[in-house]
T-cell receptor, first 116, second 113 residues
Framework: DTEVTQTPKHLVMGMTNKKSLKCEQH?????MYWYKQKAKKPPELMFV???????INESVPSRFSPECPNSSLLNLHLHALQPEDSALYLC???????????????FGSGTRLTVV | GDSVTQMEGPVTLSEEAFLTINCTYT??????LFWYVQYPGEGLQLLLK?????DKGSNKGFEATYRKETTSFHLEKGSVQVSDSAVYFC????????????FGKGMKLTVNP
């Protein structure tokens, strides 16, 4: 299995809703990421989990709450979002090891989120 | 901080035309360099990579060479196809252990038959 699977593919939520995005990989990767991508822009890093511990939070508002229950799963809990949070949310994973950046990152196909 | 500058386009080419997408970077140390491709409605796919100076990455007819002296990683393909229509991102990963990918702004390529 060489994929990162994200669910759901599309999500529409109101500003008072609570929802979660899910990401799963079975490649044994020990680093997992959440990226946010607005239309016609490059992805922007939100969070990094390394060995199931949060290692980087790029000053993301608290209405986004990441969770890594185990080495294969990564969740992003959403609460009280704003319309400007509408974007494509991408999950990625990478292997850990010597010169980890040599291996690149595997991205999922994303969840397209619309906040109304 | 580290940064990537690439051609932004959009660019429209005819099938079988030659493609070059310029990419230059600023980084301390010796980053790894990547080209990612994003097809409409999809996530990013790794197209090719290079991890040290003078390395050449290649895949699906695309090539890029890591040039430390010019801090560049230009993407080339000799004959593009309609199926190459996508957005192309140049990216770097630093060696400082931060695990971050730094992306260029991306370039949209449209190939017409």
């Amino acid at each position: 299995d060489t994929e990162v699977t994200q669910t759901p593919k599309h999500l529409v939520m109101g500003m008072t809703n609570k929802k979660s995005l899910k990401c799963e990989q079975h490649m044994g990767h020990r680093a997992m990421y959440w990226y946010k991508q607005k239309a016609k822009k490059p992805p922007e890093l939100m969070f990094v989990y390394s060995y199931e511990k949060l290692s980087i939070n790029e000053s993301v508002p608290s209405r986004f709450s990441p969770e890594c229950p185990n080495s294969s799963l990564l969740n992003l809990h959403l609460h009280a979002l704003q319309p400007e949070d509408s974007a494509l949310y991408l999950c990625a994973s990478s292997s850990r090891g010597f010169r980890v950046s040599d291996y690149g990152y595997t991205f999922g196909s994303g969840t397209r989120l619309t906040v109304v | 901080g580290d940064s990537v500058t690439q051609m932004e386009g959009p660019v429209t080419l005819s099938e079988e035309a030659f493609l070059t997408i310029n990419c230059t970077y600023t980084a301390t140390g010796y980053p790894s360099l990547f080209w990612y491709v994003q097809y409409p409605g999809e996530g990013l796919q790794l197209l090719l990579k290079a991890t040290k100076a003078d390395d050449k990455g290649s895949n699906k007819g695309f090539e890029a060479t890591y040039r430390k002296e010019t801090t560049s990683f230009h993407l080339e393909k000799g004959s593009v196809q309609v199926s190459d229509s996508a957005v192309y991102f140049c990216a770097l990963s630093d060696q400082g252990g931060s695990e971050k990918l730094v992306f260029g702004k991306g370039m949209k390529l449209t190939v017409n038959p």
